[in-house]
C-alpha cells in the first residue's frame, strides 16, 4: 500500500485561521480560508469537515451536506462529524438519512446532551412525538439547563394535547431565563394561556436588552402582542404587532408583481385541454385540505382524523416536492412544462406521490394532506391523483389575512408580514381557487368555515358523505380526540369544543380598514 499523500506544510495555519474565524462569526472569512485549504488539499477530512459547517452556518444546507459527507466517509467514527451531518441533512429536508447520522452520534458520543437534542429536533419534525420527546428528556438529564431541549419537551406536550404540562415547561424557562424569546413565543402561541401583567413587564424588559438579535426582537414582538391583546390594551397590542411584522418583514424576501404572474401562468396552463387521467380511482387514498394558513384547515384535518379510517398528516411537504423534482427532470419550471405532460406522466407522478406518503397509510386506509403551499398546485392534483378528494377550507377574507398577520410563522409564508402583501396574495388565492371551483365542480367540496362552526353537525355530515366515509359520531366531538398534532399553532385550539366566537379582527377595525379597502377592490 502507497503510504499517504502529505499534505502541504500550510495547511495547520489555514484551518487554525479557519477554526478563529468560525468561533467568532466571521463566515466570510472562513469560508475563503477553507477554500484555499480545499484547493490545496481537497480530501483532508478536517478541511471538508469545517467547510461545511462554514456552509451550514451561512444557511446552505445541501452544499454542506456534500462535504460533511466526505468527511464522515473518512471519520465514520467521530461523533463531532457526524453530528454536523445530521444536522446539515435535516435543514436540507433529508430527514430519514439525517436520523441515521444523528443516532450515530448519539451513540457515538452519549453523554453529549447537544446530540440528544438534535435527534429530537429531527425526530419532532418527522412527527415521531415520543421519540422526539424521549431524546428532549435525555438531553436534560445530561443537562438540566439545556434550555431548548426543555422548550422541545414543552412542543410535545402541546402537539399531545398536555397544555398544562406544556405551560410549566415554559414557565421553568422563563424562571431561568426571563428574557428566552423561544419560550415567551411558544407560550403565547398556546393563545388558550392569559399572559399577564408581570408577563407584559418581562417581555418589554428583555426587548430593552441592547443588540438584541432580530430573530429575538421579532418573537418577543409577537410575544408581546398576545400579552397585551390578553389584557384588552388594543392599540398598544397592534402597535407592538405592526413593530414586529415590520422587523420581520425586513429579513424577507417576498414579491407580489412575481406571484400574481405566477398565478397567471398556472391558470393559463390549465385552462387548456389536457389528458383524461387513464387511471381514474388513483388516489382514492387522499385527502387534500387546500386552503390559506389559519383557515381552519386544522379544524377540518382533526375532524377526519378522528374518524377511524383517516390518519391526519399534516403539512407533509410531498405533493411539492414530487412537481419540484418533475420540474428539475425536465429543466423547466412548473408550469411551463404542463402543456407537454402525457396521461402517463401525470400517472406516474401520481404513483410517485403514493409512494412517498406510504408511511400514512400504515394504520388507516386513508390519510389527510393539507399543507397550505397545495392550493396552486390543484390542477396538477387532480391530474396525479384523480381518485383523491379535495376539500377547499376557507375563511372571511379579513380574518384570514389579520390572523396570518398576528402569526409568526416558522417557515415561509413571506407575504404575511405586510398588510399590502397579504392582501394582494389573498386576491391571488381567491382568483385561482375559484379557478379550480369552476373547473372541477363535483371533485372540490367548498366549505366556509364560518358555516362549519355555526352548523358542525350538518356540515361534518357533508364532509364526511363527499369522502365517502361511513358517518362515525367520534367526527361530531373532535376536541375529545387524542390523536397528536403536529401544528403547535392549533394544537391547543383543537382540543377545545368546536366554538363560533374565533374572529378576531373586531377590536381593530380602525387599524385593518386599509386592508378592508383593498380586499373590497
Known sequence: MPPPTPFPTNIGPLLAEAGTALRQGKLELADRVLLQALAVAPGLANAQFLYGVTCLMRGDATKAANYLRKAVAQRPADANMQGYLGCALHDAGLLGEALVHLRQACELAPRQATVWYNLGKALKQCGQLQDADQAFRRALALDERHVLARIGVADIATMQGDIPGAVNEYRHVLRQQPGCADAWHGLANLKTESLGPADIELIRRALDQPDLPTDTQVMLGFSLFRALED????????????????????????????????????????????????????GREVIFIASMPRSGSTLVEHILASHPEVEGANEIPDLPQVIEDESRRRGQPFPKWVSTATADDWRRLGREYLSRTANWRERRPRFTDKNVVNWPLLGAARLMLPGANIIHCHRDPVETCFSCYRHLFRHGVHYSYDLDDMAAYYRDYERLSAFWLARHPQHVLDLPYETLVQEPDAQIRRLLAFCELPFDAACLAPHQSRREVLSTASAAQVRQPIRVDTAHSAPYLEYLRPLREQLGR
Open 231 to 282: 389584557q384588552q390594551d388594543y392599540a398598544g397590542a397592534f402597535a407592538a404587532l405592526r413593530q414586529a411584522n415590520a422587523t420581520k418583514r425586513r429579513q424577507v424576501a417576498w414579491d407580489a408583481v412575481a406571484e400574481h404572474a405566477r398565478i397567471e401562468r398556472i391558470m393559463q396552463a390549465f385552462d387548456a385541454s389536457l389528458p383524461v387521467p387513464n387511471d381514474p380511482l388513483l
